[in-house]
């Protein structure tokens, strides 16, 4: 099998998480086997909020990687959510064809308009 590296990069970027939030090294690792929904609930909010906040006009902000699936057409804001399982909404995408934006749930179709909010 081969070696896995890591860049300098990254391992200041961990070393920087590990000080900022007081981890010791069994924490750290028992923080990331912690679910993301408890685990990033505290910045959820905050994320969502600082997304919109960028968004300008006549511009759309597709992101992800809060596990939390949603539109906001008066924003101009979708989260695409997750293919993790352990989330209580997943297999999740979004679709776009120029005028609409659609929240797709993986073999089931569109879930936008249980998914939409304000943020």
């Known amino acids: 099998m ?17 000080e900022i939030l007081h981890f010791t090294k069994e924490n750290y690792v028992q923080h990331l086997l912690t679910p993301p929904k408890i685990r990033l609930s505290a910045t959820f909010g905050e994320v969502e909020k600082k997304a919109a906040q960028s968004v300008q006009e006549g511009q759309l902000l597709v992101f992800s990687h809060t596990h939390r699936p949603f539109v906001s ?30 929240l797709m749930k993986y073999g089931q179709g569109d879930i936008t308009k249980e998914m939409t909010r304000i943020v």
């Not at 081969?2 to 590990?18: A, D, V």
């Not at 979708?78 to 909404?89: A, H, K, L, Y």
Request: hydrophobic residues 25%; charged residues 20%; proline residues 2%.
């Open 73 to 102: 057409p008066t924003q101009n804001l979708v989260n695409t959510g997750s293919w993790v399982n352990d989330e209580e909404t997943y297999n999740t995408y979004v679709e776009l064809d120029g005028k609409n934006i659609r």
């Open 2 to 18: 081969g070696q896995t590296y890591f860049s300098r990069s990254n391992l200041e970027s961990i070393k920087y998480l590990i």
